[in-house]
């Protein structure tokens, strides 16, 4: 068995080049961008309206300014402002030469081609050429890209973003108990709950789900699964059958189909039995079946492989939060994801029978690390989690 760092770092000291595409934006959502992006152009690239009113020389404190023409967004002014003058202009609209001041629509009256303000103008309103940012500027590194990086790209006037290739994901359910939801159970068995969570955390992670569906505890049908699934799927995550017991076949299977074992068995709890390898550029998981287990050893190590795939490191989002209520332990040998609720500064521990009480996840909006070697928790203390 080994501590969760040295089998973080195996994934992380895999050396793979992985292929990138160009995709339009609006494809783009929830992809890794590879490259950083600097700007081609200024922004804005005119000074420009923040607001409707009247451009003026901001030196001019006259009582009231002729109207020279009007000044609508996407217009180029023809007129210049000089002592006595202005253009009535709208939000968006190029600055007219001689003037450096907009009095907004509201604090002047407007009689007879003339604006006439009323009101001080404490404000400029006007956003200069390149405030926000400058030709050549760096606008973005390497990240996933979420709604907020799109609109940052086409603000550039980029239609399309280079990013790394989705990798297509092979899921394998192992287990002669398991029947797909929708037919109707024996005694013994139960539904196949980790073929449709590993396959939304397959989506969510921006990658691409193929299932294999339920394969029943036998090495010919599990070695015909999987040899079919490495010729089709860039990873492929097999769930149960990878522990101790007589039909735990998921091991040795994998071994005879070529694959090479990285690490079996890691100090972490739930999941301790994972496994991870990989057969040329092929990389394989076999998640622990217990649901809990497989969902908490894809958050932490399937999603690590996915975007060191993509060049990046998996950064979760942490918070930090202080304990309701105390935590205590007897095993402190293995690092512990324990589910729990962060509300507002307050992180409370849901109460949570094991990795099979997958229904305990409902409420939990966060996981908890304890790192091996701590045994207890006082309430109060502050504690470290990631966002689930
Ligand atoms: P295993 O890892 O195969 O020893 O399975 C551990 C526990 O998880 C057993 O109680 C299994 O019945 C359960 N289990 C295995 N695979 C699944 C699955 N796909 N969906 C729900 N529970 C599962
Ligand atoms: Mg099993």
């Not at 901001?58 to 009007?70: A, G």
């Not at 907020?148 to 192992?174: D, M």
């Amino acid at each position: 068995m080994i501590k969760i760092d040295e089998a973080m770092k195996i994934i992380r000291d895999q050396k793979i080049v992985w292929p990138v595409e160009k995709v339009a934006l609006i494809e783009a959502l929830g992809r890794i961008m590879v490259k950083g992006m600097t700007s081609p152009l200024d922004s804005p690239p005119f000074a420009k309206a923040a607001m409707d009113g009247f451009a003026i020389d901001s030196k001019d404190n006259s009582s009231k300014y002729k109207i020279l023409e009007i000044i609508g967004a996407g217009d180029t002014p023809t007129k210049k402002i000089k002592e006595g003058t202005c253009s009535k202009i709208m939000t968006g609209a190029m600055m007219p030469a001689g003037a450096d001041k907009i009095i907004r629509v509201e604090f002047a009256d407007e009689q007879n081609g003339f604006a006439l303000p009323h009101t001080p103008e404490p404000t400029g309103n006007v956003i200069a050429k390149a405030e926000n940012l400058k030709a050549g500027d760096i606008v973005l590194t390497p990240c996933r890209l979420e709604a907020k990086e799109i609109g940052i790209i086409a603000s550039l006037g980029f239609p399309k973003v280079e990013v790394s290739k989705r990798p297509v994901i092979g899921v394998l359910t192992t287990g002669s108990e398991l029947k797909n939801p929708g037919e109707k159970l024996a005694p013994g068995q139960i539904y196949n709950s980790n073929g449709l969570q590993m396959s939304a955390q397959i989506i969510s992670a921006g990658c691409i789900p193929k299932y294999y569906g339920i394969i029943v505890d036998d090495r010919k049908s599990l070695s015909d699964a999987v040899a079919k699934a490495f010729r089709e799927c860039d990873i492929v995550l097999l769930s149960g059958g990878v522990s101790k017991g007589d039909y735990d076949y998921v091991p040795e299977v994998l071994e005879d189909n070529g694959m090479k074992t990285l690490f079996h068995r890691v100090a972490i709890k739930p999941g301790r039995p994972l496994l991870f390898g990989r057969k040329d550029d092929i990389f394989v998981f076999g998640l622990p079946g217990n649901p809990v287990s497989t969902f908490v050893t894809f958050e932490v190590f399937v999603k690590t492989l996915i975007f060191h795939m993509a060049g990046m490191e998996y950064k979760p989002t942490l918070y930090k939060g202080k304990l309701s209520r105390k935590v205590k332990r007897r095993d402190t040998e293995r690092t512990e994801f324990h589910p729990v609720i962060i509300r507002g500064e307050s992180v409370e521990p849901i109460k949570y029978l094991g990795s099979s009480h997958l229904n305990a996840m409902a409420e939990a909006n966060g996981m908890m690390t304890i790192p091996n070697g701590i045994a207890e928790y006082k309430e109060g203390e502050t504690v470290s989690v990631r966002s689930i």
